[in-house]
């Protein structure tokens, strides 16, 4: 099976620009997760969706942050404005239920660099 | 919100040798999840272990839930076990992983 697919790979942009980040996740995955990666630490919840609707968006910087997986799909994490300390990277998961007995499963991710 | 406590935040190794990565929950834990993130930054599934032990070739996992830890083996390593090992639970009540800082293992040849 295809795995979860992120685009673009890498991003540079000067702070208060905008940036948006895409994915596809694994066929058939009710549940998607958008996460954050600064150097040196663990992934870091920003989102969740199970299907269309939003799960938990408790850690999601909403003055400057928002995404939305239309149709219960693919989805978008978009910043604007951007700032210095958004530089990390991106993680969007999958998995088939977001229950248990559902593990996770990652793309390759989007780095992205603020200046 | 949870705390997730990985030990030992760093790890150099001889090829060959074996190692033990420990990571310690603050809450009960019901969905545990061990990963692995390669030199280029892909974050791999290892294990889905909420509790009891799995083997997977040189890896084992073993998640004692009542007492809030989980264990990964590491046997016979090799220079493409480098990189970082993450382990994620739930937060409270859902089932929303939250990851540790990760034990950062490097294995010289």
């Known amino acids: 099976e295809a795995g979860v697919a992120q685009s673009p790979r890498y991003k540079i942009i000067e702070k208060r620009q905008s940036v948006a980040f895409w994915c596809n996740p694994i066929s058939g995955h009710a549940t998607l997760y958008w996460y954050q990666q600064i150097l040196g630490q663990g992934p870091k919840l920003l989102i969740q969706f199970q299907n269309n609707g939003v799960v938990d968006d408790s850690q999601l910087p909403k003055d400057r942050f928002s995404a939305e997986r239309l149709k219960g799909v693919d989805s978008t994490l978009k910043i604007q404005p951007a700032k210095l300390e958004d530089s990390a990277v991106y993680l969007c998961a999958s998995s088939r239920t977001g229950g248990q007995y559902s593990p996770l499963h990652f793309g390759n991710g989007t780095r992205l660099t603020v200046t | 919100g949870i705390q997730v406590e990985q030990s030992p935040p760093d790890l150099i190794l001889q090829e060959g040798a074996n190692s033990t990565l420990r990571c310690n929950f603050s809450?009960?834990?019901?969905?545990l999840q061990w990963f692995h993130q390669n030199p280029w930054g892909q974050l791999i599934n290892l294990f889905y272990?909420?509790?009891g032990t799995k083997q997977n070739g040189r890896l084992s996992a073993t998640t004692v839930a009542t007492e809030r830890y989980s264990l990964l083996y590491i046997s016979s390593s090799q220079t493409t076990d480098s990189g970082v090992y993450f382990c994620a639970g739930p937060a409270g009540g859902s089932y929303i992983p939250t990851f540790g800082r990760g034990t950062s293992l490097i294995v010289h040849p």
């Open positions: 272990i909420p509790s």
């Open positions: 809450d009960s834990v019901n969905n």
